[in-house]
Structure formats: C-alpha cells, structure tokens
C-alpha cells in the first residue's frame, strides 16, 4: 500500500490511499499507450486494466487519462 499525500492532487490535508498494483497498471498503459495492450503485457484482460483505472481515477478525484480511440493521452 502506497500514500500519496492529497495536497498533491489538489485535496487539502487529505491522505489518499493508492494501491501499487494500480499504479502499476497505470504505470503499463502509460508505456504501452493502451488498455488493451497493457492487459496482454500484465497477463489480465482490458477489462480488468479499465476498472484498476477508473478506481485510482476515483480515488484521487481526477481524469488521469483521455481514451481517445485505442491510445490515451494522459491528461497532466
């Protein structure tokens, strides 16, 4: 389990608690610019990569990413 302190995010005083195997998904789509092929490079389907992805997104209360087609192009 990975804290990341809130005021980096915006959210005043606020600890957020962040999962490292979600940042280790995001970190995978970053790389291979997709949700589909991040999935087959971590052994899990797409579906899985979009879910881990919207929860961190809802955890940290910001779009991290824009999907745009079959690539993302990360929002900061």
């Not at 195997?21 to 970190?27: I, M, Y």
Request: proline share 1%; aromatic share 2%.
């Amino acid at each position: 389990m990975t804290v990341c302190h809130a005021a980096a995010v915006g959210v005043a005083d606020a600890p957020v608690k962040l999962d490292v195997e979600s940042l280790r998904v995001f970190r995978e789509v970053v790389a291979s610019d997709g949700f589909t092929a991040a999935g087959e490079r971590l052994g899990i389907t797409q579906s899985a990569v979009s879910h881990k992805i919207r929860r961190l997104e809802e955890r940290i209360g910001m779009e991290l990413m824009r999907r745009e087609g079959q690539s993302v192009i990360l929002t900061a």
